[in-house]
C-alpha cells in the first residue's frame, strides 16, 4: 500500500500549484482521501477531503475559495488545485486515505504518504 504527495514547489504569492496523490495496493474507489499540511513549529491541519461514494467535499477554512480537490478513481489519483497562494499556505502537504471524511479528518485514516513540500514566497 502506498499513497505519494507531488507536485509541490515554490511559487511567488497568487500563484497556482496542483498536487497528486497517487495510490496503489488498495482499491481508492472504497477510500475518502483527505488533503492535510504541516508547517514548521505549528500542529498539522486539515486541508480538504472527498469521500468515496457520494463524493461529498469538505474544504477548511484554510482552502475553501481557493483550493479544488478531485479524483480519478480509475487513475488511483486525487489531487488538490490550489490558487491564489498565500505565504501562509507554506508547509508540507499530505495525503491519506481511509473509511469515511469523518474518520480521515479525525485522524483516524488507514494510510497516509510522505509529503510534498509547497513553499509560497516572492
Known amino acids: 500500500v502506498q499513497l505519494q504527495a507531488s507536485g509541490g514547489g515554490s511559487v511567488q504569492p497568487g500563484g497556482s500549484l496542483r498536487l497528486s496523490c497517487t495510490t496503489s495496493?488498495?482499491?481508492?474507489?472504497?477510500?475518502?482521501v483527505g488533503w492535510f499540511r504541516q508547517a514548521p513549529g505549528r500542529e498539522q491541519e486539515e486541508v480538504s477531503c472527498?469521500?468515496?461514494?457520494?463524493?461529498?467535499?469538505y474544504y477548511y477554512e484554510n482552502a475553501r475559495g481557493r483550493f479544488t480537490i478531485s479524483r480519478d478513481n480509475a487513475k488511483n489519483l486525487v489531487y488538490l488545485q490550489m490558487n491564489s497562494l498565500k505565504p501562509e499556505d507554506t508547509a508540507v502537504y499530505y495525503c491519506a486515505a481511509g473509511p469515511s471524511c469523518y474518520e480521515v479528518t479525525a485522524r483516524r485514516y488507514e494510510y497516509r504518504g510522505q509529503g510534498t513540500q509547497v513553499t509560497v514566497s516572492s
Open positions: 472527498i469521500n468515496s461514494g457520494d463524493g461529498r467535499i
Open positions: 495496493g488498495f482499491t481508492l474507489d472504497s477510500y475518502a
